[in-house]
Each structure stands twice: as structure tokens, then as C-alpha cells.
């Protein structure tokens, strides 16, 4: 038996907004979720209602805005970070989603050419906060739809036994701050594990951390680095 406690905030202040699609209709219900999210990377959020309307209880404090919408071809638009006092409703207004007309895709392989079908893809662009992922398909192959700007793409193993790695920083991608189409094609290479290192982590009371609270990175002397989380049983 494991006890897991949970300490909660006091909202105080509260934010809302209406979001339309580029065609000023309203997206469908509980498909578009309004995320505000603090320097600290604490955040509230909440999904827009069939209006597109939106309205999240939250702490005071300033806030960068990003909107997910579950239609790929839709991406947040630039919003500039939100401060709200306590006890104030901030009105956002009407936010329009915006057209991601830019691409980008690639393929994961191993150094000896093998398709990697099991990398995760993600997409991060600090300006607007928003970030987008995917999988590879059976034959390494990925696609992500974005919006102009400039993004930084990773990788990382999805599968829960990966037998590989990669250890590079983000590669940056930039796209015209505009609605034309674009393509960029960005490849990664990993490299094919082929021993493990395993072991348990226990709290200094004998227990169990909860899944993945914990992280074990193993670091050589030319700076290579693997790690994974403990599961359940540490």
C-alpha cells in the first residue's frame, strides 16, 4: 500500500476569452484546450465550450497563453504572456486559431539504416508555447503540421523497452512568419543500445518512489548520456 498526497492552490482570479476557427465559426465542443502556463511551468487550463468560449480559474500571476486544438491543421496564434491581479477577471477577447501551413517531416533511422517505428517527434516553439508531437510510422516516417516561426524538434523512444538512443540537444527548424506553404525535412540518426544497466531505487524508508518520479541518467567521460524513470516498484 502506497499513500500519495496531494497539496492544492487557492484560485483567486480568473481568465476568459472566446476562441473562433480562421473562418470565424466556433470549433466543436471540447476540442480546443486554452493552457496558461507560468515562467515556473506551473499551469491551469481549460477546454473551449461549444461557443468557444473559455474561462479558467487560476492564481494571480503572469501567464504565457497557448492553445491546443485536436485538428492538426489549426495552431495557436502569438499571444503576448497575460498578468491578472487577484480577485481580477481578465477578458482575452477573441482569439483566432490560425492555418499551419508549414511542414515538417523526416525520418528516424539507425546508423545502419533501419526505420525507427517507435520515436516519439515533438515540436516546441517557445514564442507561443505551444508544442506539437507525433509518432514515426512503420517506416520511420514522420509529419507535423505548423505555423511560421521557429521550432525546436527532439526525439525521444515511446516504447517502453526502447533498445536505442538519442543524445543530441533540439534541432531548430525556422519558417516565414507568414501563411504561404513550407516544407523542411529534418532526418535524426540514433544509435542502437546493445547492453543495460539495471537496478531498484527505494525512499529512504524503504518504500517504492511513485512511476516515474524519479530519473536514473548514466553520463560517459565523453559525455554520452542514457536514463530512464523507475516504474512502480522503483
Known sequence: TQTLNFTVVKTDATVKGKILKP?????????????????QGFGFGAP??????????????TYYVSIWSQDPTLASPAIPAVTVAKAET???????????SKVIKGKVSRTDGRA?????????QPETQTWRDTQTDSSGNYKLLVTG??????????????DWNYDQPPQLVTFASDSASEEKILNFTVTTTDAKVKGKVVLPDGSSPPRDSVFVGLRSSEGREFGGPVDSFG
Not at 23 to 39: E, H, I, K, Y
Not at 48 to 61: K, R
Not at 116 to 124: I, L, N, Q, R, Y
Request: proline share 5%; charged share 20%; no cysteine.
Open 48 to 61: 473551449a465550450d461549444a461557443t468557444g468560449s473559455f474561462q479558467i480559474a487560476l492564481t494571480a500571476g
Open 23 to 39: 473562418d470565424g465559426t466556433a470549433p466543436a465542443r471540447d476540442t480546443v484546450f486554452v493552457d496558461l502556463r507560468s515562467s
Open 90 to 100: 481578465k477578458d482575452l477577447g477573441t482569439l483566432k486559431l490560425v492555418g499551419a
Open 116 to 124: 525507427v517505428t517507435d520515436a516519439g517527434v515533438g515540436v516546441f
Open 149 to 162: 516561426g521557429t521550432w525546436e524538434v527532439s526525439i525521444h523512444p515511446r516504447s517502453a523497452s526502447p
